[in-house]
């Protein structure tokens, strides 16, 4: 196999997309780290890694799926995507990623979760990104990548995945509401669209997405209003449209998802676009 220089991997933002799995695949390197830029509404299609996957965004709001759910991953925050999992990825904004791949003997989740990239590990793996642009002894460089692994088991997780049903008609209904979250909307609403009882309908809404419809709606209104919130939009428009009456309980519930204000997150993720503009 063909071992990739760290300028090799820098620079697979100028090749297609078959051509960065084959060189990706094809290396040596226990860690190799990626930088790369996506225009909004780019789409990555599906495929899979040899390895396990640390998509990091840095800059924008990418939304990443599978055949079992979607994570959206807002800046400073990750989706660690096991080997052999099959995935697709779209640009809600212009994204400026960094990409971990680590061979599965050193690491080797089993299920994808959303994760807060620490500073620690940004630091990191903006070292990994810069060897080829000074010189590094090659026992500073297995340090570098020690201390990112140690660094990656211990990131906090953050509830950003949201899965999705296989039952058609269930789908159906969960993709309707993304395009227009109401956080008000009822289980009766969503029974009677599928003509079952209530009792059934729950029953049938935990097993195929293996969480009540009260915590999947929070979740979803959440999901949706951050790419409106990275695009400036103000918090009581974001909240008022996803039927919260109170600007309060929208902002709790989002700081227990993400850590954060909603005002904070959007001051942060347009200053870091308009950063980007200015580059």
């Known amino acids: 196999m063909t071992k990739i220089k760290p300028r090799d991997m820098i620079d697979l933002t100028l090749v297609d997309h078959e051509t960065s799995l084959r060189l990706i695949e094809g290396t040596n390197e226990p860690v190799l780290a990626l ?3 996506y225009p909004s509404g780019h789409h990555t299609p599906l495929h899979h890694h040899a390895r396990a996957q640390i998509w ?6 990418v939304l990443v799926s599978t055949a079992g759910g979607r994570w959206m ?9 096991p080997a052999g999992m099959k995935h697709e990825a779209d640009a809600i904004s212009t994204v400026e990623m960094y990409s971990i791949y680590v061979h599965p003997d050193l690491f080797f989740p089993e299920t994808p979760k959303v994760v807060e990239i620490t500073g620690l590990a940004s630091s990191l793996i903006l070292e990994l990104l810069s060897e080829d642009q000074k010189p590094s002894a090659f026992h500073r460089q297995g340090l570098v990548r ?33 395009k227009r979250p109401v956080v008000k909307i009822e289980i009766d609403d969503w029974a009677a669209a599928m003509g079952i009882s209530r009792r059934s309908f729950t029953r049938l809404f935990r097993s195929e997405l293996g969480v009540s419809f009260v915590t999947w709606r929070q979740q979803a209104c959440i999901f949706a209003s951050l790419p409106r919130l990275a695009e400036g939009e103000s918090v009581t428009t974001v909240a008022l449209d996803a ?18 204000s909603p005002r904070a997150y959007g001051k942060r993720t347009v200053s870091e676009t308009i950063s980007m503009t200015d580059a």
């Open 35 to 37: 930088h790369r830029i």
């Open 56 to 61: 990091c965004a840095r800059k924008g709001v």
């Open 73 to 81: 991953i807002p800046p400073d925050h990750g989706l660690i995507i």
């Open 146 to 178: 020690a201390l990112l692994l140690d660094e990656i088991n211990g990131l906090p997780e953050r509830p950003l995945g949201l899965p999705f049903p296989r039952n058609a008609r269930l789908a159906a209904l969960c993709r309707d509401f993304l």
């Open 243 to 260: 039927g919260y009456e109170n600007i309060s309980a929208f902002t709790t519930m989002f700081r227990r998802m993400l850590g954060s």
